[in-house]
């Protein structure tokens, strides 16, 4: 099955929690959702003056979680395709959303910064400092104890939730790290310009 509706590069896209849809964010200004099932687009979303480069439904699938190339973040309503919440709290492209059972969310961008919010509220609770440079990409643990975050200086960061530190570094390699997930197996995937996807073992880390 093929997809069409796009009109340029296709940047990110995401399965709903019960994979019955897809979400696919593109440098045409648009988020659009799929039904998987029969390949029908059952939404549009139009961004006004930018473009998405990574989108995630909610836990619940209500919701499709934005980050643009602007500084910025949105919350839409999946039914109405209405903006829920617009939230600015990075001073460059937001490159990576993830979110937590208890609805929060872990933004990365690249200015340097990995962030913690309350997705309903809007409020900053947690700020980490990625020294590093650019960040493309952020996870968070199943288990909610880990936030993994990664970018061009091709590392992995894992960051303990409760302290705000970073416990570990993963190197393996040998470009701008793009993309980051953790699976429920305790195993986590990094996908990178290099053209190599690694999966790392992640016992050594959780509570």
Same mark, same amino acid.
């Given at each position: 099955?093929?997809?069409?509706?796009?009109?340029?590069?296709?940047?990110?896209?995401?399965?709903?929690?019960?994979?019955?849809?897809?979400?696919?964010?593109?440098?045409?200004?648009?988020?659009?959702?799929?039904?998987?099932?029969?390949?029908?687009?059952?939404? =549009?979303?139009?961004?006004?003056?930018? &473009?998405?480069?990574?989108? +995630?439904?909610?836990? *619940?699938?209500?919701? $499709?979680?934005? @980050?643009?190339?602007?500084?910025? =973040?949105?919350?839409?309503?999946?039914? &109405?395709?209405?903006?829920? +919440?617009?939230?600015? *709290?990075?001073?460059? $492209?937001?490159? @990576?959303?993830?979110?937590?059972?208890?609805?929060?969310?872990?933004?990365?961008?690249?200015?340097?910064?990995?962030?913690?919010?309350?997705?309903?509220?809007?409020?900053?609770?947690?700020?980490?400092?990625?020294?590093?440079?650019?960040?493309?990409?952020?996870?968070?643990?199943?288990?909610?104890?880990?936030?993994?975050?990664?970018?061009?200086?091709?590392?992995?960061?894992?960051?303990?939730?409760?302290?705000?530190?970073?416990?570990?570094?993963?190197?393996?390699?040998?470009?701008?790290?793009?993309?980051?997930?953790?699976?429920?197996?305790?195993?986590?995937?990094?996908?990178?310009?290099?053209?190599?996807?690694?999966?790392?073992?992640?016992?050594?880390?959780?509570?």
């Amino acid at each position: 099955m093929t997809l069409k509706g796009h009109r340029d590069l296709v940047f990110d896209i995401s399965f709903s929690h019960d994979n019955n849809y897809l979400v696919s964010g593109s440098w045409d200004g648009s988020i659009r959702i799929w039904d998987v099932r029969t390949g029908k687009q059952v939404q =549009f979303i139009e961004l006004n003056n930018t &473009s998405p480069y990574t989108v +995630r439904f909610t836990e *619940g699938d209500l919701y $499709v979680l934005s @980050g643009s190339l602007t500084n910025h =973040f949105q919350l839409w309503e999946v039914d &109405s395709g209405e903006e829920f +919440r617009s939230m600015i *709290g990075h001073t460059d $492209v937001v490159a @990576g959303i993830a979110m937590s059972d208890d609805s929060q969310l872990v933004s990365g961008g690249w200015d340097g910064t990995v962030k913690i919010w309350d997705l309903f509220t809007g409020m900053l609770v947690g700020k980490y400092s990625h020294e590093a440079g650019a960040v493309n990409s952020v996870a968070w643990h199943p288990g909610g104890e880990l936030i993994a975050s990664a970018g061009s200086d091709r590392k992995i960061y894992i960051w303990d939730t409760e302290t705000r530190k970073v416990i570990d570094t993963l190197s393996g390699h040998s470009a701008s790290i793009t993309a980051l997930q953790f699976t429920s197996d305790n195993k986590l995937i990094s996908c990178s310009a290099d053209g190599m996807i690694k999966v790392w073992a992640m016992e050594d880390w959780t509570r």
